[in-house]
């Protein structure tokens, strides 16, 4: 039978012993630091108790909780005697055994990182592929993810992001549960497995310049989803690419510029992703048709939600694409043609076109001694308007 006393260290220089609880088991003992430091006057000579009340209830409540551990490990049904350094190790690594999917939960509904949706979707596809809803830190394995990445081989981008979200969820628990004093989760598998790269296939994406014109020609019916998608699409190429969520979100529009942040970027950049984007004369009939009143569009009082606005978009463009032959015609190929069609057709430099699409670029050194100006990509995109759409200028 194990039994557990308390016993003092050594005294030290400023007069204080620490207090220990020792476990025996058999003829095995083990110390476990209470980290409590008592001075040698707080000691009753006669008893060797602690005369501190608050420090003796301490110690005994410490006491009481390892003698309830103990219990809980059940031992004495074993039959044997275990030996103190077993009992100590198994109540410690229980202790500090972590389940994924308790902390994933907690993270989640405090975190503010956007793509919310997006972790809870791995974690439901995670948990089906393991068939529950619990795995201890210690169990992810380089075999466990790659057995998880073959399971995601049909669908590749959810290997790239799925993998790549389980990895940020696992190094978000190491920073929060260990310290210099103590390392609870002792191995990071993904020092060793590396989550695939999605692979796109560069410049696919991107229209041509005739089937940019058959969008733009497009009339479908006046008030329709198409229409909409259609009058969209050619915002956000004349916009140097804008993303359907910054149309949506976007309020600050003063003499003839659009100002915002870009949604995607802007919390993991230091100038916040902050853009200038010069309105051309083309699109403000478009501009005016859809003028907001909080907002520059008014898409936020026909949708609920940026996804609602984006989905019908995509549905809007299938619509055209049938119509005019252009297969999986998707809203985000607006940002590809410009990007495509300013670097083929005008043959701007790539700097100019990574800065156009608000992206960090490949210049960071650069970035820091040349102070930021907009009209050098402003110009650019005024003079891809005025090739593209040279007729409808005429």
């Known amino acids: 039978m194990a039994t557990i006393t308390t016993e003092y260290g050594k005294l030290s220089s400023n007069k204080t012993r620490t207090v220990y609880l020792r476990i025996r088991s058999g003829k095995t003992e083990k110390r476990i630091n209470t980290q409590v430091k008592v001075l040698e006057s707080e000691i009753s000579p006669r008893t060797k108790k602690i005369k501190d009340f608050s420090k003796a209830r301490q110690i005994e409540m410490m006491r009481l909780d390892w003698e309830t551990k103990i219990n809980q490990l059940g031992i004495e049904a074993l039959g044997v005697k275990v030996d103190a350094q077993d009992i100590t190790s198994a109540i410690s690594k229980k202790e500090e055994e972590t389940d994924f ?31 529950k809803e619990n795995l201890l830190f210690s169990d992810f394995t380089y075999t466990l993810l790659k057995e998880f990445e073959n399971h995601l081989s049909k669908k590749p981008r959810a290997q790239s992001l799925y993998l790549g979200e389980l990895r940020h969820l696992f190094r978000e628990a190491m920073l929060e549960f260990n310290t210099e004093e103590k390392t609870i989760i ?47 699409f050619i915002l956000s190429f004349c916009l140097m690419g804008m993303n359907s969520v910054d149309l949506f979100s976007a309020t600050n529009y003063k003499n003839g510029f659009i100002k915002y942040n870009r949604t995607k970027t802007k919390d993991r950049r230091n100038d916040e992703a902050y853009i200038e984007v010069k309105v051309h004369p083309f699109i403000k009939p478009l501009m005016k048709k859809y003028a907001g009143t909080k907002t520059v569009f008014n898409f936020c009082s026909r949708y609920n939600d940026y996804e609602g606005f984006n989905k019908n978009l995509n549905i809007g463009l299938k619509t055209i694409g049938k119509a005019v032959g252009i297969s999986d015609l998707e809203f985000y190929q607006a940002r590809h043609t410009f990007a495509t069609l300013s670097r083929n057709l005008m043959k701007f430099s790539k700097g100019d076109v990574d800065e156009a699409l608000n992206h960090v670029g490949s210049f960071e050194v650069a970035d820091i001694y040349i102070a930021k100006d907009f009209s050098i990509i402003n110009d650019n995109n005024f003079k891809l308007i005025k090739r593209v759409f040279k007729k409808e200028l005429a």
Not at 198 to 220: D, F, I, N, P, S
């Open 101 to 131: 999917f308790a902390f994933a939960k907690n993270w989640l509904a405090h975190t503010s990182i956007k793509g919310k949706k997006n972790y809870q979707c791995m974690l439901n596809t995670f948990s089906s592929f393991l068939g």
């Open 186 to 232: 002792k191995s990071d598998p993904f020092i060793r497995y590396k989550v695939p790269k999605q692979v796109m296939k560069k410049g696919v994406r991107a229209l041509t310049l005739e089937e940019l014109m058959k969008v733009y020609h497009y009339q479908g019916k006046p008030g329709s989803r198409s229409q909409l998608a259609r009058d969209t």
